[in-house]
């Protein structure tokens, strides 16, 4: 079984429309991170969270809301979809104690 | 503005030649790099790092190279093989332990047979 899952691994929705992206781990980290991938630009930090009350904005959190349910879930909410949040969306864990972080298969999102 | 560059998008090479892959960073503070290795429809997997205390760091055929006064690291892959085609990314942090990965745009690698 994946260590990080994400959910759903495709997904389309219309401009102002709410979405939710999930993310849970089986590795026992307490860092988890949300990225997005476009194009020519490489994967870009949206926002990381260090424990279940430790949330952080990262260099794109515009447009972006984070939930921390628990210390193995992550999830990442577009309130009102918009076409250029179009991209590949990863997450991400870490260890605190050290080592590379781990990523998730991703997520395609389409909002038209 | 990126702080991690890598220039070229593409890179095409016959198998069993060398694939040589570079990265350039802006950042002097940045003392941990690592390589990240992805195939499609699948998420980065962590493939070699090198602290700024090395110029060198090697496992089994990839050796990543560090030149700290150029800002400049390379990844050797020797020899190539079939399996190595996908997308590299390369990332730096300040420290090993880190929140932040900063990420380079990639570069796709092509192994001919």
């Known amino acids: 079984d994946a260590d990080v899952t994400q959910t759903p691994r495709n997904r389309i929705t219309k401009t102002g429309k709410r979405i939710m992206l999930e993310c849970s781990q089986t590795?026992?980290?307490?860092?988890m991170y949300w990225y997005r991938q476009d194009p020519g630009l490489g994967l870009r930090l949206i926002y990381y969270?260090?424990?279940?009350?430790?949330?952080n904005k990262g260099e794109i959190s515009d447009g972006y809301s984070v939930s921390r349910q628990a210390q193995a879930k992550f999830s990442l909410s577009l309130e009102s979809a918009i076409p250029n949040q179009t991209a590949l969306y990863f997450c991400?864990?870490?260890?605190?104690?050290?080592?590379?972080?781990?990523f998730g298969p991703g997520t395609r999102l389409t909002v038209l | 503005d990126q702080q991690v560059k890598q220039n070229s998008p593409s890179l095409s090479v016959q198998e069993g030649r060398i694939s040589i892959l570079n990265c350039d960073y802006t950042?002097?503070?940045?003392?941990?790099f690592l390589w990240y290795k992805k195939y499609p429809a699948e998420g980065p997997t962590f493939l070699i790092s090198?602290?700024?205390?090395?110029d060198k760091n090697e496992d089994g055929r990839f050796t990543v190279f560090l030149n700290k006064s150029a800002k400049h690291l390379s990844l050797h892959i020797v020899p190539s093989q079939p399996g190595d085609s996908a997308v590299y990314f390369c990332?730096?942090?300040?420290?090993?332990?880190?929140?932040?990965?900063?990420f380079g745009a990639g570069t796709t690698v092509t192994v001919r047979a």
């Open positions: 990332a730096a942090s300040f420290g090993s332990n880190d929140y932040k990965l900063s």
């Open positions: 991400a864990t870490k260890s605190s104690g050290g080592g590379e972080q781990f």
């Open positions: 969270s260090f424990d279940v009350k430790d949330i």
């Open positions: 090198i602290s700024s205390i090395k």
């Open positions: 590795k026992g980290h307490d860092r």
């Open positions: 950042n002097s503070m940045f003392d941990y």
